[in-house]
């Protein structure tokens, strides 16, 4: 019962050998982080990431495990530093490596529209670009010049000159790739026949050919075809703003 309590002197020593290898692990890891540079995780590039995962994962072994020699884990650890810097290297002076390492950035938004081929080579759909935009403080697609994901996933939109004037009521997706949004539609004291026939009126007779539709408040629409140039327009009959 007593042993539970208070640990054998064998028991001590492990604790101790624990102690000191976890402290020798954490002094090499911060060398080799200091010495990597000063990204942020949010800003890595897809190799620096994998690499630091790695490192991770390695210093945990020997400070759970003390049958391994520390040695071992530490030489690995150095060893994933040099290769990093090797990867760097190539990839500040290999001309045509950093596509390769790192990827390139991906315009998404530009004054066509919404780019749906690059959305798609990122995983991303329209939703996930208009949640981008807002969070950079942007609520209409048309308020925008150019958008774009860097290779290492981070956001930046360049606004029009009068992107405030093009954005005074907050739109709602109304039609996401093809398929109506049933709550939004509710929002605007509309129905989907009602939405249908805006879309003939536009010349666009199937619904699945609709990118993206949006509508805002006062009535004001976002229409893009797949594979066309984006239009804005006001709803005639929308007499009074509804948010």
Same mark, same amino acid.
């Given at each position: 019962m007593f042993t539970n309590i !208070? %640990?054998? %002197?064998s028991q @001590?020593?492990?604790? $101790?050998?624990? !102690?000191?290898?976890?402290?020798?692990? !954490?002094?090499?890891? !911060? *060398?080799?982080m200091r010495l990597m540079g000063k990204r942020q995780i949010g800003e890595m590039q897809p190799y620096e990431l994998v690499i630091t995962l790695i490192i991770a994962e390695l210093a945990c072994i020997p400070m759970e495990d003390t049958s391994i020699p520390l040695l071992y884990g530490v030489i690995s650890i150095l060893t994933v530093y040099l290769l990093h810097q090797i990867v760097c290297i190539i990839d500040l002076n290999v001309r045509g490596a950093k596509v390769v390492l790192s990827g390139s950035p991906s315009i998404v938004l530009n004054k066509n529209g919404i780019d749906d081929t690059q959305?798609?080579? @990122? @995983?991303?759909?329209?939703?996930?670009? *208009?949640?981008?935009?807002?969070?950079?403080?942007? #609520?209409?697609?048309?308020?925008?010049?150019?958008?774009?994901?860097?290779?290492?996933?981070? #956001?930046?939109?360049?606004p029009k000159k009068n992107y405030e004037e093009l954005q005074t009521s907050l739109p709602v997706i109304i039609v996401d790739e093809g398929k109506?949004?049933?709550n939004n539609v509710t929002l605007t004291k509309r129905s989907?026949?009602?939405?249908?026939?805006?879309?003939? $009126?536009? $010349?666009?007779?199937e619904l699945k050919k609709v990118l993206v539709m949006t509508v805002d408040g006062e009535g004001k629409v976002y229409?893009?075809?797949?594979? +066309? +140039?984006?239009?804005? #327009?006001?709803?005639?009959d929308w007499a009074e703003k509804l948010w």
């Open positions: !208070f %640990p054998l %002197p @001590n020593r492990g604790m $101790g050998l624990i !102690f000191i290898r976890t402290v020798i692990v !954490f002094i090499t890891l !911060f *060398i080799v959305l798609k080579k @990122n @995983n991303l759909d329209v939703s996930d670009l *208009i949640e981008s935009l807002r969070l950079e403080g942007y #609520f209409s697609l048309d308020s925008v010049e150019y958008a774009l994901y860097e290779s290492e996933g981070t #956001f930046s939109a360049l109506f949004i049933k989907q026949t009602y939405y249908h026939d805006v879309l003939k $009126g536009q $010349g666009c007779d229409l893009q075809e797949k594979g +066309k +140039k984006y239009k804005t #327009f006001r709803l005639e």
